[in-house]
């Protein structure tokens, strides 16, 4: 497999059984080292108000940050995340918003990844930045 091979993301779905990104609703559509995408369910993720909650638009850009990390650093790694910025742009009250993390830098020891998530009008809902932080498992 390249650098660019798609994978088959099913394994991600697997892998994340019973944890947040899985209790969340996130689905996981596309991933190689340089791009994951993924989807979250506005309902379920809401906010006393029914907006989509930050922390929500959050997981999800934490979560394909760090899937595109550990794609990135191979199957004797890990990445763990260890900074996770994120601007709030509009609301989203229904339907899926879809995330493109996509990577600025992948060394040795260090990932970073920019995540834009949108609502189903392709409205920008998100704008996050996270870095991993990538060692031996």
């Known amino acids: 497999m390249t650098q ?3 994978i088959d993301v099913s394994i991600f779905g697997d892998l994340h059984q019973g944890t947040l990104a899985d209790r969340m609703g996130i689905e996981f559509l596309e991933a190689t080292p340089e791009r994951v995408v993924g989807r979250m369910p506005v309902e379920g993720n809401t906010q006393p108000y ?3 909650h930050g922390g929500a ?3 999800l850009a934490e979560t ?3 899937v595109g990390a550990a ?3 191979g199957p004797d790694r890990i990445a763990v ?3 996770l910025n994120a601007t709030h742009h509009r609301s989203a009250t229904s339907g899926y918003v879809t995330g493109v993390a996509t990577r600025l830098h992948g060394g040795r020891t260090l990932a970073t990844y920019d995540i834009v998530i949108t ?3 392709d409205r920008r809902v998100c704008t996050a930045r996270l870095t991993c932080m990538l060692r031996d498992r």
């Open 64 to 66: 394909l940050g760090s």
């Open 71 to 73: 794609v990135h650093a």
């Open 81 to 83: 995340g260890i900074e």
């Open 57 to 59: 638009s959050a997981v």
């Open 119 to 121: 609502d189903e009008q």
């Open 50 to 52: 029914g907006l989509l």
């Open 4 to 6: 660019t091979d798609p």
